[in-house]
């Protein structure tokens, strides 16, 4: 249960990640 919680997380987590490099080009914001 918990471990699929966490693969969703990851998932919306990469995939929001990739909207906002390709839509607003912040790459040195996202960078840690």
């Known amino acids: ?3 699929s919680v966490l693969m ?3 998932l ?4 929001a990640r ?3 490099v ?3 080009s912040f790459p040195e ?4």
Do not use: N
């Open 18 to 20: 990739a909207i906002l």
């Open 29 to 32: 914001v996202l960078s840690p």
């Open 8 to 10: 969703v997380l990851r």
């Open 1 to 3: 249960m918990l471990l």
């Open 22 to 24: 390709d839509g607003a």
């Open 12 to 15: 919306l987590f990469e995939v």
